[in-house]
């Protein structure tokens, strides 16, 4: 039998609606319990201002998980939480009870139909940044280098920790 190597993959989480601090811990408790999957570190909660979109600020995070879950089997697994949420997509960037984005999986480049990781715009969001800054200093973003080389792109957006 072989033995199957599990990956890291980092999970960003935020919402705006409803008890946002709240769904972002719960949903933190979730990940954490996800077959095959263990959760190896979870930034603080930050409040950060909508992005191309408007409403309340949002409570974002980011999760590093350890998992056995392949990209697209762990991409399902973040849609049905989210649903479980109430998760609705009337338009693009609408504010919502919880998003789930599946950052950074291992050191890959994936771009298909469903699912592009690294996630397109995490260099462009200090709400995704800074949480993953605080998790691991030093990680890379495959294809892009160094993520805090983007901490100056994203200086003008207001984040604050909670």
Same mark, same amino acid.
């Given at each position: 039998?072989?033995?199957?190597?599990?990956?890291?993959?980092?999970?960003?989480?935020?919402?705006?609606?409803?008890? &946002?601090?709240? *769904? =972002? +811990?719960?949903? !933190?408790? %979730?990940?954490?319990?996800?077959?095959?999957?263990?959760?190896? $570190?979870?930034?603080?909660?930050?409040?950060?201002?909508?992005?191309?979109?408007?409403?309340?600020?949002?409570?974002?995070?980011?999760?590093?998980?350890?998992?056995?879950?392949?990209?697209? &089997?762990?991409? *399902? =697994? +973040?849609?049905? !939480?989210? %649903?479980?949420?109430?998760?609705?997509?009337?338009?693009?960037? $609408?504010?919502?009870?919880?998003?789930?984005?599946?950052?950074?999986?291992?050191?890959?480049?994936?771009?298909?139909?469903?699912?592009?990781?690294?996630?397109?715009?995490?260099?462009?969001? &200090?709400?995704?940044?800074?949480?993953?800054?605080?998790?691991?200093?030093?990680?890379?973003?495959?294809?892009?280098?160094? $993520?805090?080389?983007?901490?100056?792109?994203?200086?003008?957006?207001?984040?604050?920790?909670?």
């Amino acid at each position: 039998m072989v033995e199957r190597q599990s990956v890291t993959a980092y999970i960003g989480i935020g919402g705006n609606l409803g008890d &946002a601090k709240a *769904q =972002v +811990l719960d949903a !933190i408790t %979730q990940l954490g319990r996800l077959p095959e999957t263990s959760l190896s $570190a979870q930034s603080s909660l930050f409040r950060t201002a909508p992005i191309d979109s408007s409403g309340d600020d949002y409570v974002n995070a980011v999760v590093r998980l350890e998992t056995l879950l392949a990209p697209h &089997a762990l991409l *399902q =697994v +973040l849609q049905e !939480i989210e %649903q479980r949420f109430g998760r609705e997509r009337p338009y693009p960037n $609408a504010p919502r009870t919880l998003d789930l984005d599946l950052l950074l999986y291992a050191a890959l480049t994936i771009a298909d139909a469903t699912l592009t990781v690294p996630h397109p715009r995490m260099m462009q969001r &200090a709400f995704v940044l800074i949480p993953l800054l605080q998790i691991d200093p030093f990680i890379t973003i495959p294809g892009h280098g160094p $993520a805090h080389q983007f901490t100056p792109l994203v200086a003008d957006q207001s984040i604050t920790k909670l």
